[in-house]
């Protein structure tokens, strides 16, 4: 399946090359431009496909994920799945759920997203659903792009697999080689 997940992502025209500020504050030569495959439903759907047929038979409650790409793979998601789906936003430094969105104590939760390097975004999503007394069974993501892979402490699946080269600011030899930086995306 890794072929099709690939073929995919390249006719998405997602993978960038370059010299690029992630939202972690590391730099990287590559960047998965995840927004360029969220314009096409087919190909969103083939991907919120794998991931809900890999939880299919976890009695999956809610699909919740983190704004602003989490929004639109949770509501793909819980529809393959016949569930609802919620989204968590950003609030200071942590995330919250708003807009009247209830997780009810024990329900079974599957957290999805799409990008994961650091784990940032899903942990604090995590916190959001424990806060309300959700069960997280399982997080699928579209790229699993840890350097050492992430432990969430949850059962992980990730339609890929590929490990991002990166760099902190001070050791990039980009920006040694005076490679212009880019800020890619909503990265401030």
């Known amino acids: 399946m890794n072929d099709e997940v690939v073929r995919i992502f390249k006719e998405a025209g997602v993978l960038r090359e370059g010299h690029f500020l992630l939202s972690s504050g590391l730099h990287s030569p590559v960047y998965w431009e995840k927004f360029r495959l ?11 496909g794998l991931i809900a047929d890999h939880f299919r038979d976890q009695r999956i409650d809610l699909v919740a994920g983190p704004t602003t790409g989490g929004i639109i793979l949770a509501f793909e998601t819980a529809r393959q799945m016949g569930v609802r789906s919620v989204f968590a936003e950003k609030q200071g430094e942590t995330r919250i759920f708003r807009r009247d969105f209830e997780i009810a104590p024990g329900e079974r939760v599957l957290l999805v997203d799409d990008i994961l390097t650091t ?14 007394g959700g069960v997280i069974v399982g997080i699928g993501v579209l790229v699993d792009r840890s350097q050492e892979q992430v432990d969430l402490g949850i059962a992980l699946f990730s339609c890929l697999r590929a490990p991002a080269i990166v760099y902190t600011p001070e050791e990039c030899p980009l920006c040694a080689a005076r490679v212009p930086l880019t800020r890619p995306g909503g990265i401030n």
């Not at 969220?38 to 919120?48: A, F, N």
């Open 38 to 48: 969220l314009q096409y439903p087919h190909y969103t759907g083939t991907l919120c």
């Open 119 to 132: 784990g940032g975004s899903i942990r604090d999503t995590m916190n959001a659903v424990d806060t309300l």
